[in-house]
């Protein structure tokens, strides 16, 4: 029962540690996406599309991350090309998102999907509660603790890191010293956009395996506080995923061990801990100012 709870538990937290660490870099270089639950859920809806038309969840995960991609690109261009107002544009997206994929998923609906497979290593995948939650999980759940640690390495032991990291410090400066401000931070939306578009396909081919509208339920507002909670920190990020994953499950053993409490309320569990952990984080506004990129959310315009 214990493996059990650990594996659903990693599971739950696989596609919110993807999305959060996807904006992540996003707002390491100053810029503020709030459309991640429109790129999950647009994510989601091609991952099972694509992989039900050709029998490959790969294929399937593949046009997700592209179709993520391109939404996060239609972001950049309104925002850092045509200068628009960041959080609007993000909450535009996120509405297209939901909208779309509602219409386009609309003939998935109820159709079995594709499952994507577990990974099976001789012997250590049949040890004992700990063979199936380290060397018996899906792909993903492996490219989410690489993407993790591949995102803390670059930004704070690479030039290329410290470059992001000082575009989202000080922009202009940045500029000053020849730094292409625009280019990069297009980089950074575009893999923000790929890393939502891959949690929302990990939702619809290895979490449940089907469509469902809306099916992402929250979980890009989530990733979005969960960069917040982290202060901006890749492996505080893992932390918190995994802490807001054993939430969610949580409140579904709950339910299922018939606590004398109403089954809405324990749902609501995992965004009550998420509002919870903003108002303690804003109570701390020290800590938050110092670990804030300074240039989040303000648009820069180079001189012509």
């Known amino acids: 029962?214990?493996?059990?709870?650990?594996?659903?538990?990693?599971?739950?937290?696989?596609p919110l540690l993807i999305a959060a660490v996807g904006e992540l870099v996003v707002e390491r270089s100053g810029v503020l996406n709030l459309g991640v639950e429109g790129m999950m859920v647009m994510g989601a809806v091609t991952g099972f599309g694509v992989a039900l038309t050709t029998g490959s969840p790969w294929l399937g995960v593949l046009a997700a991350i592209i179709v993520g991609a391109l939404f996060s690109l239609l972001f950049g261009f309104l925002t850092l090309t045509l200068v628009t107002n960041q959080v609007a544009t993000g909450l535009a997206l996120t509405l297209l998102g939901l909208g779309l994929s509602g219409m386009l998923g609309e003939a998935f609906v109820g159709l079995p999907g594709v499952k994507m497979g577990y990974v099976y290593i001789p012997v250590l995948t049949d040890l004992p509660l700990v063979g199936k939650l380290f060397f018996g999980q899906d792909p993903l759940f492996y490219v989410s603790l690489l993407l993790a640690g591949g995102v803390a390495y670059f930004l704070f032991r690479t030039r290329a890191g410290l470059t992001l990291r000082s575009i989202g410090d000080n922009h202009t400066s940045a500029h000053a010293l020849g730094i292409n401000v625009i280019g990069i931070r297009y980089l950074a939306v575009m893999f923000g956009g790929a890393c939502a578009g891959l949690a929302g396909a990990y939702l619809s081919l290895v979490y449940t395996p089907q469509w469902i509208e809306n099916m992402t339920a929250g979980r890009g507002w989530i990733a979005l506080a969960l960069v917040v909670f982290a202060s901006w920190r890749p492996w505080r990020v893992l932390a918190g995923a995994y802490l807001f994953g054993a939430v969610?499950?949580?409140?579904?053993?709950?339910?299922?061990?018939?606590?004398?409490?109403?089954?809405?309320?324990?749902?609501?569990?995992?965004?009550?801990?998420?509002?919870?952990?903003?108002?303690?984080?804003?109570?701390?506004?020290?800590?938050?100012?110092i670990n804030t990129p300074a240039s989040l959310g303000r648009p820069f315009v180079p001189d012509r």
Request: net charge positive; aromatic share 2%; hydrophobic share 55%.
């Open 1 to 14: 029962m214990l493996e059990g709870i650990l594996i659903t538990i990693a599971t739950a937290a696989t």
């Open 248 to 289: 969610s499950i949580g409140q579904l053993h709950a339910q299922a061990l018939g606590i004398g409490v109403p089954s809405q309320l324990l749902s609501s569990l995992p965004y009550l801990a998420t509002v919870v952990v903003l108002v303690l984080i804003s109570r701390n506004r020290r800590l938050t100012m």
